[in-house]
């Protein structure tokens, strides 16, 4: 958006894209963004946001599409659910109906709401997973109407726990406190290292007690 003094704002009404996120996100991001939703159809409801981004943790794209992707899970297995109460409900009252009749259409009519309950059930859900799923294939970082404040609030302390453990377990294994990082770039601080200390980010000696 520019403003009327010719001053752009990144960002701004209009944007699908967060401040800051210039840069467009890469095949290999959109790929792994569009994983976070669809993990639900492999099994991994709720678990499979936060392993794609254990996987992808440096990726401001694929950490915005995992956090909007387990809101996205809990919508869909909430809605499975209404749907399959609605299944059950339908199911007994045409039950009680074909007790008390000896017609036999009653009986073909509960195998018909069974059928179409399981096919809702499962295709219902799936199909809002696609749909919110669009967006990280088309490379946007667009938040939810109704549980994207949810996902903001749950994916934070979430991540930095996940952040936490990957830094505990490089220094664990000991591996080099730049390893991975490009020639040049800074390389990031392991968590819970002393001031001074190697991996701290901080200059050598700082936070130490002076030698006497």
């Known amino acids: 958006m520019t403003t ?5 704002v990144p960002g701004a009404h209009g944007s699908d894209q967060q401040p800051g996120d210039d840069a467009p996100p890469t095949q290999d991001e959109r790929l792994f963004g569009v994983l ?19 996987l992808r943790r440096r990726s401001a794209f694929v950490r915005f599409h995992a956090g909007q992707a387990m809101a996205a899970h809990v919508g869909a297995g909430a809605l499975g659910v209404v749907i399959a109460i609605l299944m059950v409900v339908s199911m007994v009252v045409v039950l009680i109906v074909a007790e008390t009749t000896d017609d036999r259409l009653w009986e073909g009519l509960m195998e018909l709401v069974r059928g179409i309950g399981i096919l809702l059930v499962t295709v219902v859900p799936a199909g809002a997973l696609a749909l919110c799923a669009i967006p990280a294939f088309q490379g946007k970082q ?14 934070e302390p979430l991540f930095r726990l996940i952040d936490s ?17 490009a020639p040049g770039a800074a390389t990031p601080p392991i968590a819970g290292t002393p001031p001074g200390y190697p991996g701290s980010g901080s200059p050598p000696g700082a936070g130490m007690p002076p030698v006497r």
């Open 4 to 8: 009327g003094g010719g001053i752009h």
């Open 36 to 54: 976070t939703y669809l993990s639900a159809l492999a099994g991994f409801w709720l678990i499979g946001p936060p392993l794609v981004y254990a």
């Open 142 to 155: 667009r938040q939810m109407p109704v549980f994207g404040r949810f996902a903001t609030r749950l994916q």
């Open 165 to 181: 453990l990957a830094a505990s377990t490089r220094s664990r294994v000991g591996v080099a406190p730049g390893a991975g990082v």
